[in-house]
T-cell receptor, first 112, second 115 residues
Framework: NAGVTQTPKFQVLKTGQSMTLQCAQDMNHNSMYWYRQDPGMGLRLIYYSASEGTTDKGEVPNGYNVSRLNKREFSLRLESAAPSQTSVYFC???????????FGEGSRLTVL | GENVEQHPSTLSVQEGDSAVIKCTYSDSASNYFPWYKQELGKGPQLIID?????GEKKDQRIAVTLNKTAKHFSLHITETQPEDSAVYFC??????????????FGTGTLLAVQP
């Protein structure tokens, strides 16, 4: 099993450009999440989807949108990238809303 | 809301020594405290967790202790090995209605085990 797969692994954007980070899980999990990881700040929740068809804001949702395309896939979109969105982004999934989180390997995004 | 502080930010130990990482939380309603290990270039992975109805939990060389009164919990690694070198994150979750896995993470501890 691949677990949680994120694409792309690396991306460089210019300020104002848009892009979508893709995430797919093959564990039949109901819940999916997007986190960002910044030095000295740990992991912060951007958006989550408790189940297919639902999404909700986390701690730091501003500047992002998400789509739960189906049970397997959960994408994160930056409509107009800003340098403050330079970060490592992690997608995660869990069987239930309170189960163990399984993380992907991360997507490193640089906004110039 | 919940706030989690983690110390130290970096920790260097000799192989075979013990390592201790400490976290404090602010919300007394928090009842679940996992620890995640992140190896270089990988995503975090759960290594142990504890719920508020127990004070200690062990899994081979790893143990976690919880002091609800003081609102702090700690990760203990005994007989450290080079493969224990990684970043460790603590987290806390409060059981509010409708809340999903809204874990609040600490800022991480970079553990280096010197051979």
């Amino acid at each position: 099993n691949a677990g949680v797969t994120q694409t792309p692994k690396f991306q460089v954007l210019k300020t104002g450009q848009s892009m979508t980070l893709q995430c797919a899980q093959d564990m039949n999990h109901n819940s999916m999440y997007w986190y960002r990881q910044d030095p000295g700040m740990g992991l912060r929740l951007i958006y989550y989807s408790a189940s297919e068809g639902t999404t909700d804001k986390g701690e730091v949702p501003n500047g992002y949108n998400v789509s739960r395309l189906n049970k397997r896939e959960f994408s994160l979109r930056l409509e107009s990238a800003a340098p403050s969105q330079t970060s490592v982004y992690f997608c995660a999934s869990s069987e239930g809303q309170t189960g163990e989180l399984f993380f992907g390997e991360g997507s490193r995004l640089t906004v110039l | 809301g919940e706030n989690v502080e983690q110390h130290p930010s970096t920790l260097s130990v000799q192989e075979g020594d013990s390592a201790v990482i400490k976290c404090t939380y602010s919300d007394s309603a928090s009842n679940y405290f996992p620890w995640y290990k992140q190896e270089l270039g990988k995503g975090p992975q759960l290594i142990i967790d504890i719920r508020s109805n127990v004070g200690e939990k062990k899994d081979q060389r790893i143990a976690v202790t919880l002091n609800k009164t003081a609102k702090h919990f700690s990760l203990h690694i005994t007989e450290t090995q080079p493969e224990d070198s990684a970043v460790y994150f603590c987290a806390a979750r409060a059981p509010y209605g409708g809340a999903t896995n809204k874990l609040i993470f600490g800022t991480g501890t970079l553990l280096a085990v010197q051979p």
